[in-house]
């Protein structure tokens, strides 16, 4: 017979505030080792989730009621605990529930999934800081992508909120950026008009799913002999040696679509050394750009 949940929960599962946010901690933790490395289906993604929400619950949710929890099928919960290197979702469960320790934590702790995903890009944004500790490299990235007249600059998918992001900034002090957002053979036109008119760098994004077209669009781009600066994610390894530069930073795959937060501000960063690199000529064409906004009065403010 199916157990009540809301029973289960107020009854036999009785959690103090400060215990159920450790609770969710503790799960939240174990479930990050385990995912680390793994790319997560929406539907697992979705299970992960249920399963810190619902932390009081794990001993005595059957994979069934998991599944209608999460809105998934009961084939969805065990492939996701094999997955997690479990041998079925009986060995999971138990597991995560054992994990679970009665501590009492300060009653300002995060206490629902939507504050625990956001912290999560504390330690992404941390080990950002870290990559970045050689000044003159990130420096030398600057200029490189500051001297090419015109600059590529490549993102496809969802790869295509970040070369935007840096396409809107760099264009009020780059003379000549070029943003190739659409992937086709279009892309290899873009990279040899690119050439043509003098550009010899690709700055390129690439976040997973890595598309196979951005991957075949580095390739092209080194056939030309483009240099090419590739931004990707912390879990990427470059075996085909396709990028001259190449910078990592860590995704968040915590709730149902990943979010950006290091690969954002490494934008920020690229933005700031390409400034650095031009001897005044940005400040100028910002001040430029400044004065032109106030006298068409773009803005509320």
Do not use: W
């Not at 999934?113 to 080990?127: D, H, K, M």
């Not at 085909?240 to 915590?254: F, H, P, V, W, Y």
């Amino acid at each position: 017979m199916k157990r009540d949940r809301k029973q289960v929960s107020n009854s036999e599962a009785p959690v103090h505030h400060g215990v159920a946010a450790n609770s969710r901690q503790m799960v939240q933790a174990e479930l990050d080792r385990r995912i680390a490395g793994k790319r997560l289906t929406p539907a697992q993604r979705r299970i992960a989730q249920c399963l810190t929400e619902h932390c009081a619950e794990i001993g005595f949710l059957s994979s069934i009621e998991l599944a209608e929890l999460a809105n998934v099928s009961q084939p969805s919960v065990t492939r996701f605990a094999t997955a997690l290197d479990f041998d079925g979702y009986q060995e999971m469960r138990k597991y995560l529930r054992s994990s679970i320790a009665p501590t009492e934590t300060s009653p300002g702790a995060p206490a629902n999934r939507y504050q625990t995903a956001v912290l999560a890009e504390i330690p992404n944004l941390s080990e950002l800081v870290q990559s970045l500790a050689v000044e003159l490299d990130i420096d030398e990235i600057g200029k490189v992508l500051a001297d090419s007249r015109p600059l590529a600059v490549l993102g496809l998918r969802t790869a295509a909120i970040l070369a935007r992001q840096f396409e809107f900034y760099a264009s009020k002090v780059h003379p000549d950026v070029r943003v190739i957002v659409s992937g086709g053979s279009m892309v290899e036109d873009c990279l040899e008009q690119c050439v043509a008119a003098g550009g010899r760098t690709l700055l390129a994004f690439m976040m997973p799913l890595y598309p196979k077209e951005t991957v075949y669009a580095l390739e092209f781009a080194r056939q030309i002999r483009m240099r090419i600066v590739l931004v990707s994610d912390a879990s990427y390894n470059d075996h085909r040696k396709l990028a001259d530069m190449l910078l990592k930073a860590r995704i968040n795959s915590r709730l149902v679509f990943d979010s950006y937060a290091a690969p954002a501000a490494l934008v920020s960063v690229l933005l700031d050394a390409m400034c650095n690199s031009m001897d005044g000529r940005a400040q100028k064409r910002l001040e430029e750009g400044d004065r032109s906004s106030r006298k068409r009065k773009i803005f509320a403010t």
